[in-house]
Every structure is written in structure tokens, then in C-alpha cells.
């Protein structure tokens, strides 16, 4: 993600990647190799991050964090400390009680942290959002949520399906960026969860059912098969008093239809084009934080409700 995603999108923009910090030597040769091939010097390697903060802290201004997901919360912990804007890669933390101690951290710092969703970065899902908080399209009743991929046999033997360094598997990966985009969507948190999982004889999720039942009363189903053809696709839909919403989980489009309408018709919105580029954005001031550490918080109640209720197979739980 880094090299392949991420990288090419920065130097675009104009990003200076002054030192990079990666443990693996042979990845590092494959990013700077990237960077030569983007027209870029390849800055150093400090693969310890403690010796990368102490000796180049003086001349960097943000971080940009792209690593397994039991290794965020002390790592972006430690760059907020050090005086730099953090942006963070799904999903933010492994539970409730890391991301509280990152809006402590970033509060303590008084730098900016968003986390590197697209749903939350997207200004169709901003929009939406924007739209549902204003009751234009009248009460929040319904949200259907359904994402399919096949994760189980794309992440075989990676750190993907290691439970401790990934802290769930497929609802909790590639299925964040379903739960993190109802999150923003929604604006609220979650009263109550019921879920189901399926290992499919692997140590993580790879299929789940969840239901929900928000603060304002509204209702939430998502479905999630982590073991399934290719081709099949991811979608969102909110049925509201007086219209209902599509979109799809990273927030690539936006269809609306209102009450008399015969059909759905497409928000036209510029497509968000990566991560880094709002994140530049939120630090010069021209945008607010549109994916900041208190949604992260919300999806890591979540989280939190799934996993102990799949844990006592569905029983409903307060999500606190």
C-alpha cells in the first residue's frame, strides 16, 4: 500500500519524504526503487522508530503511518508526541481503549490525526453525512451494509490472519472500511450489537453477520463473506422517512432518490483522489478533519460490541 498506493499519490503533491522507517531491508529496496522510478531521491532508512523520532524530529513536520494494525496505536502515539501531524492507516486502532488514548495523545499534542479511510475522506460520504444530520431527508430508520471479497484465499499466510497483529480478519480489514463508513454516515453510536462470525478454518472472521440498533433507535444489518467468487461487489443503502441513499463502502459514488421520485439519481462530486492529498489539506486549514480519531472511536465501540457478542454467539451486548 505504501509504495504501490500511496507513494505516488504523495509525490504528486508535492510531499518531501525526508526519511522512511521500514524493519524489512528488502522492502526498503523495493520503495526506494519506486521512488527512483517516480523521478525521486530515495531518502534513509531508520527502521527503529525511537532512533527515526530522536534524530530527525527537528526536520520533519508529519507522519504518515502504513503498518499491521497492532503496531498503530503506539506508533502514532509516539509521532503525536514528537510534535507531528499523524495520518494513520485503517483501521485506526484494535479497540476502545487505544483510541481513547489517541484523542488524549492528540489532545495533549495539539496536532492533527486523521485516519486514511476513503469512505471518511470521501466528499460523497461527507456529503451524505452532511445530509442525514440535517433531517432533509426526515428520520434515519434503516442502513443495510454488505461487502464481498475474497480475502480469505488473497491474505493466506500473511499477517492478515494472524489474530494478534491484526486484531480481527476479514470484517475487521477490508470489512473496517464498511464499518467505519456507516460510522461516519450514521453520526452516532451504536446502543446495541448482535453478532455472528465464521472462522471458515482460518484463526480470524472471514464470514459475519451483524445487527445493531443505534442511539436515535434506527436499525443496522451488515453482511460480510470474506470467502466468495470474484466480481462480487460492496454497498450501502439508508432508507430515510422521506428518501433513500446508495453508496458503496469507500464512498466512489453517491445516488440519492427522494420522496416522489422515481428513481435513484447520482450526487455529482469531485472523486476523492487519496489520503495524503486531504490530509495536506487539513493541515494547511482549508478543509476541517474529515476522518478524525472520534469516528475511529466509534468504529472501535463497535468493534469492540462484535467481538464479544460473536464471542457468546450473538448474544445482544451494549456497545459502550
Excluded at 522510478?37 to 531518502?43: D, F, H, S, T, V
Excluded at 456529503?127 to 432533509?136: D, P, Q
Excluded at 463508513?181 to 451483524?210: K, Q, S, Y
Excluded at 432508507?239 to 453517491?254: F, H, M
Amino acid at each position: 500500500m505504501a509504495r504501490k498506493f500511496h507513494l505516488p499519490l504523495m509525490l504528486e503533491t508535492g510531499a518531501d519524504v525526508r526519511v522512511i522507517c521500514e524493519p524489512s531491508a528488502q522492502n526498503y529496496e523495493l520503495y526506494a526503487d519506486a521512488m527512483s522510478e517516480l523521478g525521486a531521491q530515495p531518502p534513509p532508512n531508520q527502521p527503529d522508530l525511537a532512533k527515526l523520532l530522536d534524530q530527525h524530529r527537528h526536520e520533519l513536520d508529519a507522519a504518515f503511518i502504513i503498518t499491521p494494525h497492532n503496531l498503530h496505536h503506539d506508533q502514532a502515539k509516539a509521532c503525536l508526541e514528537a510534535d507531528l501531524d499523524v495520518l494513520l492507516e485503517k483501521p485506526m486502532v484494535m479497540n476502545g481503549t487505544e483510541a481513547l488514548s489517541l484523542m488524549d495523545a492528540r489532545d495533549r499534542s495539539g496536532r492533527h490525526l486523521v485516519v486514511a479511510f476513503q469512505g471518511g475522506l470521501s466528499p460523497q460520504i461527507r456529503h451524505a453525512a452532511a445530509l442525514i444530520a440535517s433531517g432533509e431527508l426526515g428520520e434515519l430508520m434503516t442502513v443495510t451494509g454488505m461487502i464481498w471479497q475474497g480475502w480469505k484465499s488473497l491474505t493466506s499466510g500473511s499477517w492478515r490472519q494472524i489474530p494478534e497483529i491484526a486484531g480481527g480478519g476479514f470484517l475487521f480489514d477490508s470489512g473496517a472500511h464498511m464499518l467505519n463508513t456507516i460510522c461516519t454516515l450514521v453520526g452516532e453510536d451504536f446502543a446495541n450489537v448482535a453478532a455472528w462470525t465464521d472462522n471458515r478454518g482460518t484463526p480470524v472472521d472471514i464470514n459475519g453477520v451483524i445487527m445493531g440498533r443505534l442511539k436515535s433507535g434506527a436499525l443496522v444489518t451488515i453482511n460480510g463473506c470474506g470467502d466468495c467468487i470474484p466480481g462480487l461487489h460492496s454497498e450501502i443503502y439508508l432508507n430515510l422517512s422521506g428518501g433513500a441513499i446508495r453508496t458503496g463502502i469507500y464512498g466512489e459514488r453517491l445516488l440519492i432518490r427522494r420522496q416522489g421520485e422515481s428513481d435513484y439519481n447520482e450526487v455529482d462530486l469531485p472523486k476523492m483522489r487519496g489520503a495524503w492529498e486531504q490530509f495536506t489539506q487539513v493541515r494547511a486549514g482549508e478543509i476541517e478533519n474529515p476522518c478524525p480519531p472520534e469516528v475511529g472511536l466509534r468504529m472501535a465501540k463497535l468493534w469492540d460490541a462484535i467481538v464479544e457478542s460473536a464471542a457468546k454467539d450473538g448474544q445482544v451486548v451494549v456497545a459502550v
